[in-house]
């Protein structure tokens, strides 16, 4: 089992649609939970974190973080063309020292 | 400026050859990273540095070097390069423990 599992998608969705995000982890004392958008050949680029259960709004994107069933989802609503990329999700392992482990991303795709 | 610069952007290489990659950053950050990116695999963990003279292996370290020659300056070699090295490389910071990392723009790595 991964650590962090994503389904690869694509995902696609109607211009103006929510598009949902979803997320599996294994370790349960992970603390930190991140999604970042990756646009093809570009850098991940951070757009939410999350550390307590429940939702966290900024702008059209909302995280939401269930601990008990190791679940982070992402939704972006009204989504637009440019919401087009892959979406890493990203939980932080505890052993030795602090550290991210990424899953492989899901690609969502924005039809017009 | 960025402020996390890496160079080269790209660079094509010869199998069995010594290639440096260099990342620097202007965010301050002591903590650093490299990680590569292949299709469908997402981002694996090369080395880490919390700071100077902390240097620790992630999960695919084999056949790859560092060195952090300063707090602003992470530097990642292939000792001799080989055609599975071919990949997407990302240095990245962070201030620390519960927070996101920032990405560098890459470096595609081919080796023929």
């Known amino acids: 089992q991964k650590e962090v599992e994503q389904n690869s998608g694509p995902l696609s969705v109607p211009e103006g649609a929510i598009a949902s995000l979803n997320c599996t982890y294994s370790?349960?004392?992970?603390?930190?939970f991140f999604w970042y958008r990756q646009y093809s050949g570009k850098s991940p680029e951070l757009i939410m974190s999350?550390?307590?259960?429940g939702d966290k709004e900024d702008g059209r994107f909302t995280a939401q973080l269930n601990k008990a069933s190791q679940y982070v989802s992402l939704l972006i609503r009204d989504s637009q063309p440019s919401d087009s990329a892959t979406y890493l999700c990203?939980?932080?392992?505890?052993?030795?020292?602090?550290?991210?482990?990424f899953g492989s991303g899901t690609r969502l795709l924005v039809r017009p | 400026d960025a402020d996390v610069t890496q160079t080269p952007r790209n660079r094509i290489t010869k199998t069995g050859k010594r290639i440096m990659l260099e990342c620097s950053q202007t965010?301050?950050?002591?903590?650093m990273y490299w990680y590569r990116q292949d299709p469908g695999l997402g981002l694996q963990l090369i080395y880490y540095?919390?700071?100077?003279?902390?240097?620790n292996k992630g999960e695919i370290s084999d056949g790859y070097s560092v060195s952090r020659q300063a707090q602003a300056k992470f530097s990642l070699s292939l000792e001799s390069a080989i055609p599975n090295q071919t990949a997407l490389y990302f240095c990245?910071?962070?201030?620390?423990?519960?927070?996101?990392?920032?990405f560098g723009s890459g470096t595609r790595l081919t080796v023929v």
């Open positions: 990245a910071t962070s201030v620390g423990d519960n927070y996101g990392y920032t």
């Open positions: 370790d349960r004392v992970s603390q930190s």
């Open positions: 999350i550390y307590s259960n």
């Open positions: 990203a939980v932080n392992r505890m052993d030795s020292s602090y550290k991210l482990i």
């Open positions: 965010k301050g950050h002591d903590r």
């Open positions: 540095s919390f700071d100077v003279k902390d240097i």
